[in-house]
């Protein structure tokens, strides 16, 4: 059963930081990985996907790194605005399901 | 272009009382999945339709159900609704058919149901 972890589970950090958000996978057999932003009481919005044959892919200030062979991927989000503030979520597709972390809650402070 | 729409916004509902979420799709869109994100569990799967037909289902009880009609809307029943079952149900569409698809999920806004 894949699991899927995401660290840290709150950040708070002031404007202008470039951060990291960790997202780890038991399985290492995935067929791709999406970083979505969840905002208060709203749905997901798809950030980032990368293809288990990608290394990594860039939006504007985020990119995404996967490392399939550890189990792991970053969320990297670069000069954070307040606007950053959100709950970030990592999923994987692995045996025809998606499986998602339990997020990271992000804090950018004017 | 208009998102995925989900209704209503909230429901509340008694235990052991019936309750029906909608979802309409992104026009084009065939599959639609529902998931359920419950205080303190997370964001899980629970269905996956792909024309008119359940492909997949999560780890759920047989009184969650559902179905796709024509025109590719979806509906979640809940039968018999107990006080874990409060939780913001999201509702996600794709233009390709299957998780395993390069295409990724557009999520609704959800809909909140709560159970007293």
């Known amino acids: 059963k894949q699991e899927v972890t995401q660290i840290p589970a709150a950040l708070s950090v002031p404007e202008g930081e470039n951060l990291v958000l960790n997202c780890s996978f038991t399985d290492s057999a995935i067929y791709n990985l999406q970083w979505f932003r969840q905002d208060p009481g709203k749905g997901l919005t798809s950030l980032l996907l990368i293809q288990s044959s990608q290394r990594e892919q860039t939006s504007g200030r985020l990119n995404a790194s996967l490392d399939k062979s550890s189990g792991r991927s970053t969320l990297y989000i670069a000069a954070s605005q307040p606007g950053d503030s959100a709950t970030y979520l990592c999923?994987?597709?692995?045996?025809?399901?998606?499986?998602f972390g339990e997020g990271t809650q992000l804090t950018v402070n004017p | 272009e208009a998102g995925v729409t989900q209704s209503p916004t909230h429901l509340i509902k008694t235990r052991g009382q019936q309750a029906t979420l909608r979802c309409s799709p992104i026009?084009?869109?065939?599959?639609v999945y529902w998931y359920q994100q419950a205080l303190g569990l997370g964001l899980q799967f629970l269905l996956w339709?792909?024309?008119?037909?359940?492909?997949n289902r999560g780890n759920f009880p047989p009184r969650f159900s559902g179905r796709q009609f024509p025109n590719y809307s979806s509906e979640l029943n809940v039968n018999a609704l107990e006080l874990e079952d409060s939780a913001l149900y999201l509702c996600?569409?794709?233009?390709?058919?299957?998780?395993?698809?390069?295409?990724?999920?557009?999520f609704g806004p959800g809909t909140r149901l709560t159970v007293l």
């Open positions: 339709y792909d024309e008119g037909e359940e492909r």
């Open positions: 026009s084009g869109h065939t599959s």
């Open positions: 996600a569409s794709s233009l390709e058919a299957g998780l395993l698809s390069t295409d990724t999920q557009y």
């Open positions: 999923a994987v597709v692995s045996g025809s399901r998606l499986t």
